[in-house]
C-alpha cells in the first residue's frame, strides 16, 4: 500500500470505532492504496470476547458488568476475552496483507511496535509463544488479536498505559487463570499518559508497518 493515515480518535465507544474501521475496511477492499492506524483510548470501559472466548473466562455476567458501568461485546478478533479502558491505548491499522506479509507476521509486527517502544524507556518486552501480545518481568502489558476480511485486517493491538488494572479483575485475561497485568506506569515507576505514548507508538506501529515517515499523515478525526 502506498500512504498510512494516523487517525487520533481520543475517547471513543467500542462500537463507534468498530463502525469506523468497518467502513476503512471497506475501502480498501474496493481498491484504495491507503492505509489506516486509529489511536483511541475505549469509553466506557468494554469487555470484549474473541472468536475463542470461554463463558467461563468471564467472571461476571452482563447484569454485573453494566452495574459496574462495563460494555459487553462479542468480537470478530481472534484470541480469548479481554478489557478495554481509559488510560490503556489502542491500535487498530486498516491494511491489506499480501503474500509477503500474512497474518502471523502482521501480528508480529503489531508486537514488535510495543517491544521497540518499551526498548525506548528501558523496558524490556517480550513475547511467549502460543500467546499473542507482549510480556515484561511484571506481566502482560498489552494484547493483540486482529481480524481479516478479504485480506484486510482490523483490530489490532491494546498497551497498558495507566489503565485502572481492576478492569481485568472481571475476566481471566486470555483464559489465563495465573496472568499478571501490568502498565507502562508501573513498570517507569512514574505517571505515563497515553497522550504522551500515542506519538511514540505510531512512529514504532508506521516502522514495524513498513510505512517511510514521508507516505505518514496524521488526520484529524
Known sequence: MKRIKIHDLGRISYLEALKIQENLVGEVIDGSDTAHMLLLEH??????????????????????????????????????????????LIAYPVVRLDGKNSVRKHMRNLEQSVIDLLGDMDIEGMRKEGFPGVWTSKGKISSVGVAVKKWVTYHGLSLNVEPDTGGFDTIIPCGLKEISVTS???????????????????????EALGFSSDKAEFVSP
Request: hydrophobic letters at 35%.
Open 184 to 206: 507502562l506506569s508501573a513498570m517507569a515507576g512514574r505517571n505515563v499518559t497515553a497522550g504522551e505514548i500515542l506519538p511514540r507508538l505510531a512512529e514504532h506501529l508506521r
Open 43 to 88: 469509553f466506557p470501559p468494554v469487555i470484549t470476547l474473541g472468536r475463542r472466548a470461554k463463558s467461563e473466562h468471564l467472571l461476571l455476567d452482563r447484569a454485573r458488568l453494566e452495574k459496574k458501568g462495563f460494555q459487553l461485546f462479542e468480537s470478530s478478533r481472534g484470541g480469548d476475552v479481554t478489557y478495554h479502558g481509559p488510560g490503556q
